[in-house]
């Protein structure tokens, strides 16, 4: 199978993917829960064995990997928080190397996906490897510079893996939902819920989403990519690919500490300064990224002050130098949020400038109570 065969193989299954949780997403909310053939129930009756999509419907998309790789993400420093069930992003920025890039991400949990109605809260909750699984996501990303002598069409795939998250979202709101006091009438155990329950539940439900943002966490990722440097989907090839690892410290509820490396090999750039009329534009560069961030603020609402050490060999030219770089990040309508961010070099090797990424995140519409 040719290289451009399985890049497509690959963007149709992370495609599917997504009209699969679409699809549920467009059900209607009182039988997106279990399945009648699952074991899962709602979460105020159970609240071991409720739904494990029941839980969290709103979590901020972390970065994503695919993007990383292809130098687009607004910071350097990789967000370590749980994922959502899917992702998309929209991005428009100039490269480290000032040329402008348009591109698109999507983000998915298989898991969660494909294999989530055969697990239950009370088995998230004491299986591990069941909890890593729900946090561990897939991307694919495209690229494609809009100028010369950069034209060219840039793809990669993506596996992210959060190894622990002190602010796991639905391990949260199954220890929030335990301690919801329901009192049941003997004569009718049938009879609803009270308004007050449906409240507590509510909350739970909010306050789990919360704490994501902010929480103690590790992640590892890593992502191959591909370019065709004339811009053609017909002449993609290898382009390297690269791994990484951050951790975070949360603050209370209102602030982060994050520190991340990252290491890429192999790709092929066109280094700031190329005449648009080079016939050879591009160069293999090798890049290693360490620094930290500080995040504070709330979930809908967050700043961001980092600071990195760039060292890069390009065309087999040593260089390195430090970055700065500031950001905000805000809600602007449920499940939808704006990521602004300003890198800064004080020596003038790179192209500061401001990145900008629209995200969306998305879970199921799960039963959480009796309807």
């Keep these: 199978m040719s290289t451009s065969m399985r890049i497509k193989t690959v963007f149709v299954a992370v495609f599917l993917s997504a009209v699969s949780l679409a699809t549920a997403q467009l059900a209607p909310a009182g039988n997106s829960g279990s399945s009648p053939e699952s074991k899962s129930k709602d979460c105020i009756s159970d609240s071991v064995n409720c739904d494990l999509d029941a839980t969290v419907t709103e979590i901020v998309a972390p970065t994503s990997p695919a993007f990383t790789v292809l130098g687009l993400s607004p910071t350097n420093v990789s967000k370590p928080n749980s994922p959502s069930e899917l992702a998309t992003s929209l991005i428009n920025a100039f490269d480290d190397n000032g040329h402008f890039q348009s591109g698109t991400a999507i983000d998915v949990v298989p898991f969660l996906v494909f294999a989530s109605k055969s697990f239950d809260l009370g088995q998230y909750t004491d299986k591990y490897w069941v909890r890593v699984l729900s946090r561990t996501s897939v991307s694919f990303a495209t690229t494609k510079g809009t100028s010369s002598p950069d034209t060219a069409i840039r793809m990669a795939t993506g596996l992210r893996v959060s190894i ?208």
């Design 164 to 371: 622990f998250d002190l602010g796991d979202p639905r391990a949260a709101f199954n220890k929030c939902v335990s301690k919801i006091d329901i009192v049941v009438d003997p004569n009718n155990p049938g009879a609803p819920i009270s308004d007050t329950a449906k409240q507590q539940l509510a909350k739970c439900r909010a306050d789990a989403a919360k704490k994501v943002w902010n929480a103690s966490s590790f992640v590892i990722a890593g992502a191959p990519a591909w370019i065709s440097t004339d811009g053609s989907s017909s002449n993609l090839k290898r382009n390297g690919g690269g791994f990484w690892a951050s951790l975070a410290y949360g603050i209370g509820d209102w602030g982060q500490l994050t520190v991340s490396a990252r290491r890429q090999t192999g790709q092929n750039v066109s280094p700031a300064g190329t005449s648009s009329d080079a016939t050879n534009a591009f160069v293999l560069q090798d890049t290693t990224v360490a620094g930290g961030a500080f995040k504070f603020g709330r979930s809908d609402f967050n700043g961001l002050f980092e600071g990195l050490y760039i060292g890069k060999r390009t065309g087999g030219v040593p260089d390195s130098y430090p970055e700065f770089g500031f950001g905000l990040e805000k809600k602007l309508a449920t499940s939808v949020y704006l990521e602004l961010n300003y890198r800064y070099d004080i020596t003038s090797k790179q192209t500061s400038g401001i990145l900008a990424n629209l995200k969306w995140s998305f879970s199921r519409q799960a039963k959480l109570s009796p309807q």
